[in-house]
């Protein structure tokens, strides 16, 4: 069975870090996407990465604090979040699809996990 678990959230203050982790279990994907939805708000792409290669993508607003990338032998995809803000405070979902293509919208995914909260506090 597919499956995607996702770790690693917590609350941080204002300019800490954190890093989330995501297991993938079940079966191979080739895409991997990190995504987020805060309060009230829709689900908002924050980074992906194929599994074979070096490409990665950022949302705009992570760009150059986040940083996503894979073990592949530990079948894990990780998301290193740098200088941390309040609005970061989200629950982060893992995601994955078994095509190459790239994609940031939430229905070009197939397998989600659960998500894991992430509060940073001013």
């Known amino acids: 069975q597919e499956q995607l678990v996702e770790s690693g959230g917590g609350l941080v203050q204002a300019g800490g870090s954190l890093r989330l982790s995501c297991l993938a279990s079940?079966?191979?994907?080739?895409?991997y996407a990190w995504f987020r939805q805060a309060p009230g708000k829709g689900r908002e792409f924050v980074a992906a990465?194929?599994?074979?290669?070096?490409?990665?993508w950022y949302g705009d607003s992570v760009k150059g604090r986040f940083t996503i990338s894979r073990e592949n032998a530990k079948n894990t995809v990780y998301l290193q979040m740098n200088n941390l803000k309040p609005e970061d405070t989200a629950v982060y979902f893992c995601?994955?699809?078994?095509?190459?293509?790239?994609?940031?919208?939430?229905?070009?995914?197939?397998?989600w996990g659960q998500g894991t909260q992430v509060t940073v506090s001013s």
């Open positions: 995601a994955a699809r078994p095509s190459f293509t790239y994609t940031d919208t939430e229905d070009g995914y197939d397998y």
């Open positions: 079940g079966r191979a994907f080739n895409l």
């Open positions: 990465i194929r599994w074979s290669g070096s490409n990665t």
